[in-house]
Every structure is written in structure tokens, then in C-alpha cells.
């Protein structure tokens, strides 16, 4: 049983008996990860407040073999994102990056990427001069892009010729945007403006995304992406409707 160290997000607690907690976290070394924290219910228990809800701690556990839950022996808080308090927006959007990441990602699948993207979306939502849209934006299109799933933006993802702005569409099951010789064949296909797509783009490859939207381009941004995820998913993600569009 060898013990491991990691860094990582608390996504979800739940309690499992008088005194212990089970806990769900998202681990830069591990990807996710469910552990047993005993005594963990305890008000001073050796984990503090360590398993708050989004708190970023550096944790030890030990590996039990499959079909048993890892056991949590330390947890030392790094950072709380206090600012998520302040500003519902940031906060729905922290929340519901946090069940994109301990819904939709396996066990022991590591992605540092994809963890790194959460700590600095966590950091930013909320802070002052950043703008939530984009910022969530920026993270889906991480977490698409690691997981397998990142739309294709620049060629039609049906025949993969090259696409400019006019009369484009895109496809959830298609995976990205769709030129118009192949649109009348993808039923799912949502028409997509010019506008958006500069967005999508630009989101896809920086992380410069701190710029506000046009109302018009965030709220077909967010339809698109809530579309794309929720076919990926196989159902609707709970927060979606918090997110506003
Ligand atoms: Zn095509």
C-alpha cells in the first residue's frame, strides 16, 4: 500500500459515517481520485478544513487495491479561492467546473493540463478585471481539447477542407464546425456567426481570455459549448442553467 503525495482540488464531499468523510478530488498527479478521510467529520480532525468544497490542499493517501476506496491520511491547505464568494457568476461557473471534472474524467487519468487550467480558471474567476464568460470558455475548451473531444475550428469536421466565416455551422456530433456542403447531412447542426467563431478560436489557442463578450457572442458561445458538452456527456451538466445565455 504505498503511500502517494499529490496536489489537488477538493470537487465533492459526502459524509460516510459518524466520524468519516468521503471526499472526490481532482489530483495534478493523479487526475481524479476518491479517497476515505476518517475522522474527517470531526471538528478538529488532522485534515482541518482541508476538504472544503474547492480548496486546493497538498494531500498524502495511500493506494488500496481496485474496488476499495484510498485512504486519505494528510491534507494541508494550499489556497482558497475566497474571491468565488463574492460573485455568483464566478461561483456557479467554479461550481460547475468542478462537476465537469469529477463527472466527466475517469480515475487515475491524469491530465496536469487540465489541472493546471483549473487552479488558474479558480484564480481568476472573480478577480477583479477578468471576465467569467471568457474565462470558463478558455477552461471548457482545455478540458475538450484533453480529453479528445476539441471542436475542429478551422477545417469542416466532416470533410476537413478549410472553412472561412461565411455560412458556417457547427455540429455537436460532427465534433466542430461544418462547411455548407456538408450541413444539410448533420440534423444537429446549429448555424454559427462569424462572430462566435473568431471567439471560439481565439479562446481555443490563448489564454489571453480576460476580454469581455458581446452579449450576443457570449450567449451563443454559451449555448454552443452547453450543446456540445451536454452530447459529449450524455446529459444535461446541473449547472448549466446557472450559467446564463
Ligand atoms: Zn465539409
Redesign the pocket.
Known amino acids: 500500500m504505498p503511500a502517494e503525495k499529490a496536489r489537488a482540488l477538493v470537487l465533492r464531499t459526502t459524509d460516510w459515517s459518524e466520524s468519516s468523510r468521503i471526499a472526490t478530488m481532482w489530483t495534478r498527479e493523479f487526475g481524479r481520485v476518491r479517497v476515505l478521510a476518517k475522522g474527517g467529520r470531526r471538528l478538529k480532525s488532522a485534515f482541518e478544513n482541508a476538504l472544503d468544497l474547492l480548496t486546493l490542499c497538498d494531500i498524502v493517501l495511500l493506494r488500496k487495491s481496485s474496488g476499495s476506496l484510498d485512504l486519505l491520511t494528510e491534507a494541508r491547505v494550499v489556497r482558497r479561492f475566497q474571491r468565488l464568494r463574492d460573485d455568483l457568476s464566478a461561483l456557479y461557473s467554479a461550481y460547475y467546473v468542478a462537476e465537469l471534472l469529477a463527472d466527466w474524467t475517469e480515475d487515475y487519468d491524469p491530465h496536469p493540463r487540465v489541472f493546471d487550467e483549473a487552479v488558474q480558471t479558480l484564480t481568476a474567476l472573480g478577480a477583479p478585471g477578468v471576465a467569467v464568460w471568457p474565462r470558463l470558455a478558455r477552461f471548457e475548451l482545455v478540458l475538450l481539447r484533453e480529453l479528445g473531444h476539441g471542436p475542429a475550428l478551422d477545417v469542416?469536421a466532416?470533410?476537413a477542407?478549410p472553412v472561412n466565416q461565411a455560412g458556417l455551422a457547427f455540429s455537436a456530433s460532427a465534433g466542430g464546425v461544418?462547411?455548407p456542403?456538408?450541413q444539410p447531412r448533420q440534423r444537429d447542426r446549429r448555424p454559427l456567426s462569424p462572430a462566435c467563431w473568431h471567439a471560439l478560436r481565439n479562446l481555443a489557442e490563448s489564454n489571453e481570455a480576460t476580454r469581455q463578450l458581446d452579449p450576443a457572442v457570449h450567449s451563443e458561445l454559451r449555448q454552443l459549448l452547453g450543446q456540445y458538452i451536454t452530447y459529449l456527456m450524455g446529459r444535461k451538466p446541473r449547472l448549466l442553467p446557472y450559467l446564463g445565455s
Open positions: 469542416c466532416v470533410c477542407t461544418v462547411c456542403s456538408c
